[in-house]
């Protein structure tokens, strides 16, 4: 159970793409499609963006999609907006039917 | 979408125990799976545990086996987590979470509660 990798700090400015990757192996990211993303900004709780690799929930805004190549997935940001700026976490579900989340990504927009 | 609000965070002395719950509300409870995930202060998500939508499915992330029990009664549309032999390493906002089935996204979050182990 351990934590999937991503990046610490990711930066763009605004109305550039970002991408942030997060990297496990072939026992959680590796082997359902689950992988999900989540946007958390400071004091508040997580909010997903995407889920199952490249499905967004309704909301959320198009500028965000996923990804999945074998054992790294990930999150782009097109466009990107001041409100943007916050820490992204990854997560998948492992073989075991437990959830494991990545370190998270603090996105600043410059 | 409903509402999730955590409670029965508090300061305790290691090694003592707590009991979590979170109220469920604008939703129909037993239709989700419900999670526990903390985040122990200034750090990332912790995955904690899981349980079905009838209580007979439960999983624990490896450093809170046989310390934490989670649990459920859909009759009061809550969820609990029951935390024994704490450690200071479990200082942390605990947050619940439902998703549609067990191995499925946590689509709606509480604003958590906050559990401070310390002597």
């Known amino acids: 159970q351990s934590a999937l990798t991503q990046p610490a700090s990711v930066s763009g400015s605004p109305g550039q793409s970002i991408t942030i990757s997060c990297s496990g192996t072939?026992?959680?990211?590796?082997?359902?499609?689950?992988v999900s993303w989540y946007q958390q900004h400071p004091g508040t709780a997580p909010k997903l963006m995407v889920f199952?690799?490249?499905h967004r929930p309704s909301g959320v805004s198009n500028r965000f999609s996923g990804s999945k190549s074998g054992v790294t997935a990930s999150l782009t940001i097109s466009g990107l907006q001041a409100e943007d700026e916050a820490v992204y976490y990854c997560s998948a579900y492992t073989s075991s039917n437990t959830l494991v989340f990545g370190g998270g990504t603090k996105l600043t927009v410059l | 979408e409903g509402q999730l609000v955590e409670s029965g965070g508090v300061v305790v002395q290691p090694g003592g125990s707590l009991r979590l719950s979170c109220a469920a509300s604008g939703f129909t409870f037993e239709d989700y799976a419900m999670h526990w995930v903390r985040q122990a202060p200034g750090k990332g998500l912790e995955w904690v545990s899981l349980?079905?939508?009838?209580?007979?499915?439960?999983y624990y992330v490896d450093s809170v086996k046989g310390r934490f029990t989670i649990s459920r009664d859909n009759n009061k549309n809550s969820l609990y987590l029951q935390m024994n032999s704490l450690r200071i390493e479990d200082t942390a906002l605990y947050y619940c979470?439902?998703?549609?089935?067990?191995?499925?996204?946590?689509?709606?979050w509480g604003q958590g509660t906050l559990v401070t182990v310390s002597s």
């Open positions: 199952d690799v490249s």
């Open positions: 349980i079905n939508w009838d209580g007979t499915t439960t």
């Open positions: 072939r026992s959680d990211v590796g082997y359902y499609n689950y």
């Open positions: 979470a439902k998703g549609r089935a067990v191995i499925t996204p946590l689509e709606r």
